[in-house]
């Protein structure tokens, strides 16, 4: 697994992206974030366009030749407060790629400047206009990343209890499903994870929330009730701090009679899928999403 590529982003993401040194002002993450993308080539045969949906800006991810009748609303993470569509850039081009259908990836907004619910109205918006523009929701999925694995949850909840028609499926990737921390992997998994650690999550938390409840569950979807939501993909490595974040939301979801299959990849870190050509279990993963996600989409 250990690439010279996939070291160096490691490396690269220890040394600047530490959440939980004091001082960081979140723009200076913002900054460090995204000179990691020199790190990161998106493929060819994707075209870009830069584009507003619903209000909400952000990034087509086009792929030669895809079906022009289905599309992925994608989320990226960052901790509600750092991330970009342009940080994830590789990541949605290469889903994009493997689906065969357009990507949009939502630049939504973010904390402290935008605290919750910002995000969740700016994702379920998106969503929306994706329905009026003539998506018909059976060739509609979301999917998201870290914290916007978790957004992505709690963007189906929002959408069921607000009487929109559901897609057909959905993604979350290393999702960030427990503001409150209280799983055990934080612990347990704290000296094995290389990039998310208790203290980072606390601080972009108090971000986000801005004195708010972090058991909302617009915030925390584990808190959720969680029936009727669609066919989920839950996928998360084994030496992640958030680990029990996606086992645990996998049995409340399993328990309220939603389709949910979880997968824990051996070895593997925090949203390892971004790394998608540096590593093979980072390529297969993103086979894996595409795999379930054509099949809902009937692609």
Same mark, same amino acid.
């Given at each position: 697994m250990a690439s010279e590529g996939f070291t160096a982003i490691v490396a690269y993401l220890r040394e600047n992206l530490d959440l939980s040194a004091p001082?960081?002002?979140p723009q200076e993450l913002r900054d460090a974030m995204s000179g990691?993308?020199?790190l990161l080539s998106p493929p060819v045969g994707v075209?870009?366009?830069?584009?507003?949906?619903?209000?909400?800006?952000?990034?087509w991810n086009h792929p030669d030749g895809g079906a022009t009748d289905a599309a992925l609303l994608?989320?990226?993470?960052?901790?509600?407060v750092i991330?970009?569509?342009?940080?994830?850039?590789?990541?949605t081009a290469r889903l994009a790629l493997a689906l065969g259908c357009s990507v949009f990836s939502a630049d939504y907004r973010l904390g402290p400047e935008h605290p919750h619910p910002?995000? +969740?109205?700016?994702?379920?918006?998106? $969503?929306?206009?994706?329905?009026?523009?003539?998506?018909a929701p059976q060739r509609l999925a979301i999917a998201g990343d870290s914290a916007g694995g978790g957004l992505t949850l709690a963007t189906l909840v929002a959408l069921r209890d607000g009487g929109v028609a559901l897609p057909a499926a959905a993604v979350a990737i290393s999702p960030w499903t427990d503001l409150t921390l209280s799983g055990e992997s934080m612990q347990t998994m704290a000296a094995a994870d290389p990039m998310v650690t208790e203290p980072g999550l606390q601080r972009m938390a108090e971000w986000f929330l801005d004195g708010g409840d972090p058991r909302d569950p617009l915030a925390s979807p584990l808190f959720a009730e969680l029936e009727g939501?669609?066919?989920?993909?839950?996928?998360?490595?084994?030496?992640?701090t958030l680990l029990d974040d996606a086992r645990r939301f996998d049995e409340r979801a399993s328990a309220a009679? +939603?389709?949910?299959?979880?997968?824990? $990849?051996?070895?593997?870190?925090h949203v390892f899928p971004a790394f998608a050509g540096l590593f093979p279990e980072a390529d297969a993963a993103i086979d894996d999403i595409a795999a379930f996600l054509r099949k809902q989409l009937a692609l």
């Amino acid at each position: 697994m250990a690439s010279e590529g996939f070291t160096a982003i490691v490396a690269y993401l220890r040394e600047n992206l530490d959440l939980s040194a004091p001082g960081r002002t979140p723009q200076e993450l913002r900054d460090a974030m995204s000179g990691g993308n020199a790190l990161l080539s998106p493929p060819v045969g994707v075209a870009f366009e830069t584009a507003t949906v619903g209000g909400v800006p952000g990034l087509w991810n086009h792929p030669d030749g895809g079906a022009t009748d289905a599309a992925l609303l994608y989320l990226h993470g960052g901790g509600y407060v750092i991330g970009s569509p342009d940080t994830h850039r590789n990541l949605t081009a290469r889903l994009a790629l493997a689906l065969g259908c357009s990507v949009f990836s939502a630049d939504y907004r973010l904390g402290p400047e935008h605290p919750h619910p910002a995000a +969740v109205h700016d994702s379920v918006a998106a $969503y929306r206009a994706l329905l009026d523009a003539g998506f018909a929701p059976q060739r509609l999925a979301i999917a998201g990343d870290s914290a916007g694995g978790g957004l992505t949850l709690a963007t189906l909840v929002a959408l069921r209890d607000g009487g929109v028609a559901l897609p057909a499926a959905a993604v979350a990737i290393s999702p960030w499903t427990d503001l409150t921390l209280s799983g055990e992997s934080m612990q347990t998994m704290a000296a094995a994870d290389p990039m998310v650690t208790e203290p980072g999550l606390q601080r972009m938390a108090e971000w986000f929330l801005d004195g708010g409840d972090p058991r909302d569950p617009l915030a925390s979807p584990l808190f959720a009730e969680l029936e009727g939501l669609p066919p989920l993909f839950v996928l998360v490595g084994e030496v992640e701090t958030l680990l029990d974040d996606a086992r645990r939301f996998d049995e409340r979801a399993s328990a309220a009679g +939603v389709d949910c299959t979880l997968e824990v $990849y051996p070895e593997m870190v925090h949203v390892f899928p971004a790394f998608a050509g540096l590593f093979p279990e980072a390529d297969a993963a993103i086979d894996d999403i595409a795999a379930f996600l054509r099949k809902q989409l009937a692609l």
